[in-house]
């Protein structure tokens, strides 16, 4: 299928139902900072997710069933020989691979820019005149 003589990148005639799931598992803020920290882990029990990002346990829980429902991260059982169970949430290849693949996006290069700019605002300033000398040095 052509689009005004373009041939298109990929050649997808619906949206994959796996991508709009891991689309709405990174829709929220409290969801992603429980991937950010999943992310630099080898995994993490509930207590410590609740520890790492101040969400209430009730809340937790629910973001954590959307996250798996996403299929972004997965929870384990890891057992120590005469011990109890312990559950544990870790991030999936995929969620890994989709984690990786938006940092990517997200250059070294357009950090460093980012950081400079962000480092010369100076408070006394208001937010305007902020806003319109970060436009013109971008």
Avoid: C
């Amino acid at each position: 299928m052509m689009t005004n003589g373009v041939k298109p990148l990929l050649n997808i005639d619906v949206f994959p139902p796996e991508l709009s799931k891991a689309i709405a598992g990174l829709s929220n803020e409290n969801r992603q900072k429980i991937l950010i920290n999943l992310y630099n882990e080898i995994k993490l029990s509930f207590s410590e997710l609740q520890n790492r990002t101040g969400i209430n346990a009730s809340l937790l829980s629910n973001h954590l069933k959307k996250l798996k429902q996403s299929l972004l991260i997965e929870q384990i059982y890891d057992r120590v020989i005469g011990e109890v169970a312990y559950s544990f949430y870790k991030i999936t290849k995929y969620g890994k691979d989709i984690m990786s693949r938006l940092f990517g996006l997200f250059s070294t290069t357009t950090i460093t820019r980012m950081t400079v700019v962000m480092e010369s605002i100076t408070f006394t300033e208001s937010a305007e005149a902020q806003i319109d000398r970060m436009q013109k040095r971008w």
